[in-house]
């Protein structure tokens, strides 16, 4: 290499570097990491009556504490006071505490007074939340109590007949019932069906009675095609039929209801944030995301534009969480990339899909399984803002310096050199000349 073509090749990996770490919204992902940190801490507050996450005070009560909660539970089953949902969640945060703090519930009969109330309320409710988190409670306690505990068939007689509750009662509607709530019961009825408490069957039909009786999001229907494509993975439900029809079933609505969807970008921002904020998102989380910002994207060209910037805020999530060493994601994020590109976008959109696969091909992950197709569409971009847009002003900020960057990639990829570049980008004659004069490295490397 002579000095001349170091210079050269040192520029444009300058402008290169430039291009690839310029961030040219610093204020929109400021408030986008403002806004993950902020979803995080509400996310851990929602669990609270959800998982085995614990206030600091729920941590410090007694044993004598907590029979007076259990007591004062058992109480209200005189009264229409037991049929609201605060009563049972304190008693599910109770009965997620360690086994040591429950040590005095198994003394004497305050359990089968517990497990009596229990039973009343899913006597009388007609809301399917209130059985949930009565199975929730009682997988605890049943958990938690000794194989020899008197009552533990008592116990398990009825965590039987609420699951047979679930699967041939009619529920309400509640439309008060939160997603995470809702979300929660769909990995309960997964831990359902692979430990043979229900059949698949009667997942279906528990799945399909959520569905109809809650307020929800195409989420949902995410969720519950995770779970059935989890079963399909496990050798035991692999070969069943039934879960096949269900899943290409889900995958009907979910298209269908993509087709209705009306979602603005507020509320595209919003789910951005609710899908990177969560500790253990899966595929579906992202199938459905990146769905939406495809569907958001065909409405104008305002609202493509602030989806590629979404896009990209997701690029620098990357680097910091590593999303795309999932191969299903990785796999689904480009195809809606490359989906995106239309040769009737303006020079601006244009540019930001420049920008946006620059950087795609400077990802590991993405420049081990999709480089030639990353650099083709970068190509084609180009040569359609060459060809077709005439009456445009072609700079070295919207144009050229692309022409420069894809010098420099040719130059340093060998296996990417099987196309006469020139040729190719040079079919408008008017601006070949100056085309040329950035495609140095490709004059002298031939």
């Known amino acids: 290499m002579n000095r001349n073509e170091k210079s050269i090749s040192n520029l444009k990996h300058f402008i290169l570097y430039n291009t690839i770490n310029r961030i040219d919204n610093k204020i929109f992902y400021n408030s986008m990491d403002e806004a993950l940190v902020k979803k995080r801490f509400n996310n851990a507050y929602d669990l609270s009556t959800n998982e085995h996450i614990f206030k600091i005070d729920m941590l410090l009560l007694t044993n004598k504490d907590v029979i007076k909660i259990v007591s004062d539970f058992i109480k209200t089953h005189k009264n229409k006071n037991i049929l609201t949902k605060r009563n049972l969640y304190e008693l599910l945060k109770i009965s997620n505490l360690p086994q040591n703090k429950l040590s005095n519930l198994y003394n004497g009969d305050k359990i089968l007074n517990l497990v009596n109330a229990l039973e009343k309320v899913s006597r009388e409710t007609v809301f399917i939340s209130f059985d949930f988190l009565i199975l929730r409670v009682l997988d605890n306690l049943i958990r938690k109590s000794s194989k020899t505990f008197k009552y533990l068939n008592y116990m398990k007689q009825l965590h039987s007949q609420i699951i047979e509750k679930l699967i041939n009662f009619d529920y309400k509607i509640d439309e008060k019932e939160t997603e995470t709530n809702y979300l929660c019961w769909i990995d309960r009825l997964l831990s359902s069906v692979v430990e043979k408490e229900?059949?698949?069957?009667?997942?279906?039909?528990?799945?399909?009675?959520?569905?109809?009786?809650?307020?929800?999001?195409?989420?949902?229907?995410?969720?519950?095609?995770?779970?059935?494509?989890?079963?399909?993975?496990?050798?035991?439900?692999?070969?069943?039929?039934?879960?096949?029809?269900?899943?290409?079933?889900?995958?009907?609505?979910?298209?269908?209801?993509?087709?209705?969807?009306?979602?603005?970008?507020?509320?595209?921002?919003?789910?951005?944030?609710?899908?990177?904020?969560?500790?253990?998102?899966?595929?579906?989380?992202?199938?459905?995301?990146?769905?939406?910002?495809?569907?958001?994207?065909?409405?104008?060209?305002?609202?493509?534009k602030f989806c590629l910037e979404l896009c990209q805020y997701i690029i620098y999530y990357d680097t910091k969480y590593n999303i795309f060493s999932y191969r299903f994601?990785?796999?689904?994020?480009?195809?809606?990339?490359?989906?995106?590109?239309?040769?009737?976008?303006?020079?601006?959109?244009?540019?930001?899909?420049?920008?946006?696969?620059?950087?795609?091909?400077?990802?590991?992950?993405?420049?081990?399984?999709?480089?030639?197709?990353?650099?083709?569409?970068?190509?084609?971009?180009?040569?359609?803002?060459?060809?077709?847009?005439?009456?445009?002003?072609?700079?070295?900020k919207n144009f050229y310096k692309y022409c420069d960057i894809v010098d420099y990639i040719l130059y340093t990829n060998d296996d990417l050199d099987n196309i006469n570049i020139i040729e190719y980008l040079c079919e408008n004659?008017?601006?070949?000349?100056?085309?040329?004069?950035?495609?140095?490295?490709?004059?002298?490397?031939?």
């Not at 569905?211 to 779970?227: A, M």
């Not at 209705?260 to 944030?273: A, Y």
């Not at 950035?438 to 490397?445: C, D, G, M, T």
């Open 198 to 304: 229900i059949s698949t069957n009667d997942f279906k039909v528990i799945c399909n009675k959520i569905i109809n009786t809650t307020t929800h999001t195409i989420y949902l229907y995410w969720k519950i095609l995770n779970s059935v494509n989890y079963l399909l993975l496990q050798r035991d439900f692999s070969s069943q039929t039934n879960l096949r029809f269900y899943k290409t079933e889900l995958e009907k609505i979910i298209e269908t209801k993509y087709s209705l969807i009306e979602l603005t970008c507020d509320e595209l921002k919003d789910l951005t944030i609710s899908t990177l904020a969560k500790s253990f998102p899966v595929k579906e989380d992202f199938y459905y995301l990146f769905d939406s910002i495809a569907i958001v994207a065909m409405k104008s060209s305002e609202d493509k």
């Open 329 to 396: 994601i990785r796999k689904y994020f480009i195809e809606m990339i490359f989906k995106f590109i239309r040769s009737y976008d303006n020079i601006d959109i244009k540019n930001i899909e420049l920008l946006l696969l620059i950087k795609l091909f400077h990802v590991d992950h993405f420049f081990s399984f999709y480089k030639k197709e990353i650099f083709f569409n970068i190509l084609n971009i180009l040569k359609n803002i060459s060809t077709y847009h005439n009456n445009l002003k072609l700079t070295n």
């Open 429 to 446: 004659k008017e601006i070949s000349g100056k085309i040329i004069k950035h495609l140095q490295l490709q004059k002298l490397k031939h």
